[in-house]
């Protein structure tokens, strides 16, 4: 037998494809094993296409959402489909057919079925939602099996058979170098998806009282003694009216988003977190993104 550190080194892109709300940012979250899919109201929240890094051992698996590519239509049978599944299994080396066993095969997934299998990548059909009790259309989906190399039966919510599905994938990855460092869990930097963290508690716990001219910038990220990582963080707004009510009466709102934010950046690191959070009134922040 080989040893591990004598085998080859694998890295590769896996990318989902589904129509909205079969799981796939769920599945997303559950592969990486923390939220990086972040979900708002406010729509300005997500702005960077967020891509979840995977690794194990002698192999890297970058996973990436398709948001939109089978959303419904009116033209959903059109060449602009054809086209931008093409377009996104440009670079790919894995392709996963992400289906939600409790509604049928529609006339777009029938398509979409068509125009995957004759794409040279390998495929997997991935079956989610399994903890739910004797899905409707489960045999319907499990006879498509055939037009893929492997099928797994997962649920992304109660993250059953994940591991399983990174096992099916790295066989299926070309022999080559990693893309990122072993800890990373995006393709965002650290500080950029800690703001973006901060940002989500913010909008979650103020809602539409806050105006979109509100943003996080992380200004320290520093390695203390005994592990903790220190992060400095500013809540940056245009007024003292909505730095007051970011603030809240004796600073019970701040420490709230604080709280939250951190204990999630802790699971998601496996540190202790230091986060030293204050809000300010920059009227000239969005100035500075440019
Ligand atoms: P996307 O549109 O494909 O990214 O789907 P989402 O990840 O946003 O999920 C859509 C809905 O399906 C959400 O309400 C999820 O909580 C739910 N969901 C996702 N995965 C599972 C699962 O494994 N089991 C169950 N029961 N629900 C799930
Ligand atoms: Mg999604």
């Keep these: 037998m080989t040893p591990v550190s004598e085998k080859a080194r694998r890295a590769g892109v896996a990318v989902m494809i589904g129509r909205s709300n079969v799981g796939k940012s769920t599945l997303l979250n559950a592969l990486v094993g923390t939220k990086i899919a ?12 967020i891509h979840g890094i995977v690794t194990r051992d002698q192999a890297q698996i970058i996973f990436v959402d398709t948001p939109g590519v089978l959303k419904k239509t009116r033209d959903t049978l059109t060449k602009k489909m054809a086209e931008s599944i093409k377009d996104s299994l440009d670079g790919v080396d894995v392709l996963l ?8 095969i529609g006339e777009e997934q029938r398509y979409a079925l068509k125009r995957v299998r004759n794409e040279a990548v390998s495929k997997i059909l991935v079956i989610n ?4 009790k004797n899905p409707a259309h489960l045999q319907e989906y499990r006879a498509l099996k055939e037009q893929f190399d492997d099928l797994v039966e997962v649920s992304a919510l109660q993250h059953t058979h994940i591991e399983d599905l990174v096992q099916k994938i ?23 998806w800690m703001a973006e963290l901060i940002r989500e508690k913010l909008f979650l716990r103020l809602r539409q009282e806050l105006p979109y001219s509100t943003n996080v910038e992380v200004t320290a990220l520093e390695e203390r003694e005994n592990g903790v990582l220190y992060i400095a963080a500013s809540i940056l707004t245009t007024s003292e009216r909505y730095q007051r009510m970011i603030i809240g009466k004796q600073g019970h709102v701040v420490k709230e988003i604080g709280k939250t934010a951190r204990r999630e950046m802790e699971v998601a690191t496996n540190r202790k977190i230091f986060l030293d959070l204050d809000v300010r009134v920059d009227p000239h922040w969005m100035e500075r993104l440019y």
Excluded: A, H
Excluded at 170 to 192: H, K, S, V
């Design 97 to 104: 057919y992400v289906v939600d066993p409790t509604r049928g």
């Design 38 to 49: 972040i979900i708002t109201p406010k729509p300005q929240t997500t702005r960077m296409s």
């Design 129 to 132: 939602k399994i903890d739910l």
């Design 170 to 192: 790295i066989p299926l990855l070309p022999e080559g170098e990693f893309f990122y460092p072993e800890y990373q869990l995006t393709n965002i930097p650290n500080r950029l």
